[in-house]
């Protein structure tokens, strides 16, 4: 689920921040009435020209001109000014918080490497690690578990066979 909101705010997150646009300097941009080309064309918008954001799709944006007319365009042709603009305060935020959190974490990252060695240096084999204790035990409880299979198969035949040796 936060995946989710997570693809969906960054997604649409822009489109909602950004209420203009600009066209990018080309002959004319070709102002549609659907999100595809085979749609009419409502009007062929000039070089640098600002229209308001309506609603944005993968690939058309669909726009309002100074006049009035709404359309789609192609969102490739589009310059988004304001989502740049008032996203970079909050990015710069999150930039620094996520700055400060990795300088914590380094320091932490430090303490605990000092720690290790000063242990290490403490110890250097007096006492066994404690993987070598949890192995040595589980090795230890692998061969009673054998050997206390072994006779209760011993016993279970005995019995089945009436003490017959094979």
């Known amino acids: 689920m936060r995946v989710f909101l997570l693809i969906t705010t960054l997604l649409w997150g822009g489109v909602a921040i950004a209420q203009t646009a600009q066209v990018v300097e080309a002959s004319g941009v070709n102002m549609r009435s659907g999100k595809a080309e085979n749609y009419r064309i409502v009007k062929v918008l000039p070089p640098n020209s600002e229209v308001k954001v309506l609603e944005a799709d993968q690939d058309y944006t ?12 192609l969102s490739k042709l589009l310059i988004i000014q304001k989502a740049v603009e008032e996203k970079t305060g909050q990015n710069k935020a ?3 918080a996520a700055h400060k959190e990795l300088v914590a974490s380094r320091v932490e990252v430090a303490s605990l490497h ?3 060695e000063r242990v290490n240096r403490a110890e250097p084999g007096s006492a066994p690690k404690p993987f070598s204790f949890i192995l040595l035990a589980a090795l230890g409880a692998f061969a009673v578990g054998v ?4 006779l209760i198969l011993k016993a279970y035949y005995q019995k089945r066979l009436h003490g017959l040796r094979i």
């Not at 669909?62 to 365009?73: A, D, N, Q």
């Not at 050997?147 to 072994?150: D, L, M, R």
């Open 62 to 73: 669909k726009v309002k001109t100074s006049e009035g007319e709404t359309g789609w365009v």
């Open 94 to 96: 999150e930039l620094e």
């Open 114 to 116: 000092r720690e290790l």
């Open 147 to 150: 050997a206390t299979g072994i």
